[in-house]
């Protein structure tokens, strides 16, 4: 049997068409041939345009070809907001329900604590997002059923590609094999030959029999299952010594062809401002707020007019980092957002001794690491 090349639409051989003229051993029978190691595959020309470096099985990323900027579209800086500072009833309120959620805690301080200052120390979250699409090449193979592809001009570009963008800001990926890339060739696994000699037997076709372990004796007498041979028939190549070629599925032929891979990332940066209030900036990392900012374009302008200059810079260096984190890929659309969120530090007085605790969030969540509790738990009767 000849491999028959893909042609065109004009009758001529199309690229990647090759014809080999190659006569598969008969499946039934044992071939010489069945005990030459297979080779590699094949190392296919560079010569592709638009794809070259492309290797087998290797993901090679492609660049994306130069975007005209698109034009921005005015956004509103935000203005300064402040909430009000909790009153001291509300802050009470507040350590009374966090008090009440630990049952090592007394309500005695609660009810008996002065409060001396309490301060307002609202800040500010950054959050930008970076929507990507990154697109790689490589030459994958499947066997071949023998149903040519129809091959009209050269292969698209792997840019040019038409591919449906997900749900934004969202992680996916999607594969596409590359019209015009077909390639047919002998399956460099079994060589052509449909088979494979079995790894099992070493092409003998007799294994080591299962319940004398070779010995051909069981119990002091001939072992019934193999007849004191030592050896029966094989089961994984049923006693043939050969098997089918799980690489092209006993075809003989694969077709190779160029896999397009698509990649959409969503790359994130967060960034609380610290105005070094004494309570550690991861807290307010997920920290209810008040949406006081938000901008989402192709491509987001860093912040130059909002009331802290912190957040400002903040911007223009997260912004100045995702483009360098994005060599291979473009970026499908940007959001950014700041959020106020509510920070009031409470300092009190009990029995001559000064404490302190935080509100924050919308949420009103307490923090009180010196809470001067007495643990019931642990009192000795």
């Known amino acids: 049997m000849a491999f ?57 990323n492609i660049p994306p070809p130069p975007f005209a900027p698109l034009p921005v579209e005015p956004n509103s800086q935000a203005q300064e907001w402040r909430n009000p500072a909790l009153s001291e009833e509300e802050g009470k309120e507040a350590l009374r329900e966090y008090v009440s959620g630990h049952c090592c805690y007394s309500q005695q301080p609660v009810m008996e604590l002065q409060f001396s200052d309490i301060k307002q120390l609202n800040t500010y979250r950054y959050h930008l997002e970076t929507f990507t699409e990154e697109r790689s090449t490589a030459w994958e193979s499947e066997p071949f059923n023998g149903m040519p592809e129809n091959i009209i001009g050269p292969p698209p570009l792997p840019w040019s590609i ?10 996916d990926q ?37 319940f004398c372990h070779g010995d ?13 041979q030592g050896q029966t028939r094989c089961e994984t190549c049923n006693g043939n010594g050969q098997c089918p070629c799980k690489e092209c599925n006993a075809k003989g032929q694969l077709k190779y062809f160029i896999m397009l891979t698509v990649t ?27 949406e006081i900012f938000h901008d989402e374009q192709p491509m987001v302008q860093p912040l130059s007019r909002f009331p802290s200059e912190l957040i400002c810079k903040k911007s223009q260096a997260a912004l100045s980092d995702h483009l360098t984190r994005i ?31 935080y509100v924050y969030g919308n949420k009103r969540k307490v923090f009180a690491p010196d809470y001067p509790a007495t643990c019931k738990c642990c009192v000795i009767l």
């Not at 009758?11 to 030459?36: F, I, R």
């Not at 794809?51 to 099985?57: K, S, V, W």
């Open 216 to 228: 051909g004796q069981q119990f002091d007498e001939a072992c019934r299952h193999c007849n004191g």
């Open 4 to 60: 028959q090349p893909l042609h065109g639409s004009d009758g001529t051989p199309a690229y990647g068409a090759t014809v080999y003229n190659a006569s598969p051993a008969d499946p039934t029978g044992m071939d010489p041939g069945m005990h030459t190691h297979p080779t590699a595959p094949p190392n296919f020309p560079v010569n592709v345009v638009g794809y070259e470096g492309t290797m087998i099985n290797s993901g090679h």
């Open 327 to 357: 060599q291979t890929a473009r970026i499908v659309r940007q959001k950014h957002t700041v959020d106020l969120i509510p920070l009031t530090k409470f300092i009190y007085e009990l029995e001559g001794k000064t404490y302190e605790f």
């Open 162 to 171: 038409a591919v449906d963008i997900p749900v934004m800001f969202q992680p």
């Open 264 to 290: 959409w990332k969503n790359i994130t940066l967060d960034f609380v401002e610290d105005k070094h209030s004494g309570l550690s900036p991861e807290l307010l990392k997920d920290a209810n707020g008040q």
């Open 174 to 210: 999607k594969r596409i094999p590359v019209p015009n890339t077909s390639n047919v060739k002998p399956c460099h696994n079994c060589l052509g030959m449909c088979r494979r000699p079995c790894t099992k037997c070493n092409a003998m076709g007799r294994a080591e029999c299962l």
